[in-house]
Every structure is written in C-alpha cells, then in structure tokens.
C-alpha cells in the first residue's frame, strides 16, 4: 500500500502563476528543456565521431524533472545533479559551449579536462560534481545542509538519486542524518525503471521509493516525472518548506530512461511496449502541447524558440571543438589543496 503523497497534475495557467511563474517564465523553461535534449543529441554525434573518450550517459526523458527541480532552486541554494540530470546544468546557467568542451576532455570544460565526460558542475553555480558511486553525493547534500544549519544561511541542499541508488547505504546514512536533525534538504528520486537492467520490482518492496520518507520522520511526495509543472510545483513546495525550518522532503519522479544505461547499452531487456507507452508522455512535447493550450504559445514564438536553440548550439558545437586540451603541467592544479587554501578555518 502507498504511503507517499501522490502529487496532482497542474491544471490552468492560474494555478502555475500562484506557484511562481509567469508566461515568459514558461517559456524559458521550454527553452531549458530543448537545450538539455539538444545537448545529449549532440553529445551522440560527438561520441560516434570519437570525440567523446569513455562510454557516454543520457537522461533523455528525464528532461521534466531536472528543469523542474532547478527551476525551483533559490540562486544561493545548492544541488548534486547526476548523469541523467543535465537539465539543471542548463537551467542554473552553465553554457551548452563548456557541457561539449567537457564531453571531449578540453581545458574549457566545467573540470577543465580531468575528470569523466558526465562527471562536471561548476560551483560558482551552487553545483557540486558527481563521483561514479552515485548515492555518496546523498551525504554531501547532507553536509551541506548542516553546514546552512550550523550557519544560520538560509539556504537549501538538492540532493539526486536514482532509484538504483536507493538501495545503498549512503541513501539511507543521509536521509537518517537528515530527518534526525530536520536539516534543509530536498532528496529528488530520479526514478527512471530500470537500475541498468534491473527492474524495479527486484529493487525495493515497497511500491514506491518515497513510501520510505516517513520511515525517516519526514514527507514523501511520488510526482509523474514527465510534467514540468508538477515537478516544478512539488519540488518548490519541498524547498520552501526545508528553508523555513520544515525539515526534508523525498520527491520521487517517476519517469523512464528512454535510452540504454549508456551508449553501450541497447536495453534490450526494456519491454517494447513499455518504450512505446511511455513516449506518448514524452515530456517536451506534453509541455508544448500544454502552452499551446493554456498558455497561447503561438506559431511565431515556438519557431523563434526553437531556432534559437539550435542556433545556440550549432555556435557552442564550434567553439568547444577550438578549445584547447588541457596542458599536462596543469594536471595537478585544483587537485590537492594549496597551503593558502588551508590558512582559513573549515569552519568559516
């Protein structure tokens, strides 16, 4: 049996202007959503031309959540998006030119060369890069959280995860820690199906990953992943709350990986007809469907829009390829701290 809240669809144009957003604002979030897709479209052709070391990770489908999620985000707010998240890279204002430099390895990328090709966040944005074991970012979030807390900021931590990730015992360790001292942080379940080929039905026994909130002492909320605006809804009451002393909140976005785990995976073990159900709610084009109906998104806009996203990133796929590689004298700098780093105090 369900325990979780399970979030409403957003309705009319009123209910989205009492969440926060006006009409421009709408726009703007369709825009971040077909340059998140626009990028890992592109970052497929990179990677068949070789310019992409490694094997390479997409969120096609996730496209709803991660705009939504960000979009809700406070400018002093931090977050931990992951591999299937690129659309709060874009939506917190990383430009798509630096996403390719990195997909290549080139010195102008968020890590400037010297780390995995979905491995990036540029903190001058309030983002902290991902390590591959993806549920360790949960207790980073949780650090966060208490150092806002300890600080008296009032700042909120975003912490993602997939519903693989659900199983380890970071996921866990983190949201005792944070339920335990109500700490500002919102955990965002990426849950997209399938952890690579695992189903979920051997992941978890309860029917959903946000059923395990209240096990926590705090709320959980199970929203449909490919509507922005509930996403964003739901994610934005879950911040707000955490900011004004509310404690956690676990999101779950129930989505589909639309692609393989990676490249090198045809996810062959996805029921074709699952695929096929699923793309009916493909998450841009609901969203566009919904402004043409609610929100007189006309002819004239959606082509301005759209041209100007591929504009944007035909001109960012010709300056990442100038950007130089990294020079390998620079291989060490920002990776071990300095002693000036060390002069102030941790805890200031």
Not at 207 to 213: G, K, P, T
Not at 220 to 225: R, T
Request: with cysteine; proline share 5%; glycine share 10%.
């Amino acid at each position: 049996m369900a325990i979780a809240r399970e979030a409403e669809p957003v309705g009319s144009l009123k209910e989205v202007r009492e969440a926060g957003l006006d009409r421009e604002d709408l726009l703007d979030v369709y825009r971040n959503m077909l340059v998140t897709r626009g990028v890992e479209e592109r970052g497929h052709i990179l990677y068949r031309q070789g310019k992409i070391p490694g094997s390479f990770y997409t969120g096609r489908g996730n496209e709803a959540a991660a705009v939504g999620v960000a979009t809700a985000m406070g400018t002093d707010d931090v977050g931990t998006p992951l591999h299937r998240d690129m659309g709060v890279h874009i939506t917190r204002g990383v430009e798509p030119w630096r996403i390719f430099a990195q997909y290549m390895g080139r010195a102008d990328g968020p890590t400037k060369g010297k780390d995995g090709n979905v491995h990036m966040a540029d903190s001058n944005l309030g983002l902290l890069a991902m390590v591959s074991h993806l549920p360790a970012m949960l207790p980073v979030a949780v650090g966060c959280a208490l150092a806002f807390r300890i600080r008296e900021e009032s700042r909120v931590a975003v912490a993602w995860f997939g519903e693989g990730a659900s199983a380890r015992g970071d996921t866990h360790e983190g949201m005792n820690f944070a339920g335990v001292r109500q700490l500002p942080v919102v955990f965002i379940c990426d849950n997209n199906q399938w952890a690579y080929s695992t189903p979920t039905h051997l992941q978890y026994a309860t029917e959903h990953v946000a059923d395990r909130a209240q096990s926590y002492g705090f709320e959980g909320v199970v929203v449909d992943g490919t509507d922005v605006l509930a996403v964003y809804r739901e994610a934005k009451r879950a911040i707000e709350k955490a900011r004004a002393g509310g404690g956690p909140t676990l999101v779950e976005c129930l989505t589909l990986r639309m692609e393989g785990h990676a490249v090198h995976d045809d996810a062959f073990y996805v029921p074709k007809d699952m695929f096929e159900e699923w793309a009916k709610n493909d998450p841009i084009e609901r969203f566009r469907t919904w402004l043409r109906d609610n929100a007189d998104m006309s002819d004239e806009e959606e082509d301005e829009i759209t041209a100007g996203v591929k504009r944007l990133l035909t001109e960012s796929m010709r300056r990442a390829d100038e950007s130089p590689m990294p020079d390998p004298a620079t291989l060490l700098d920002g990776v071990y701290a300095t002693p000036e780093d060390l002069d102030t105090p941790h805890h200031k």
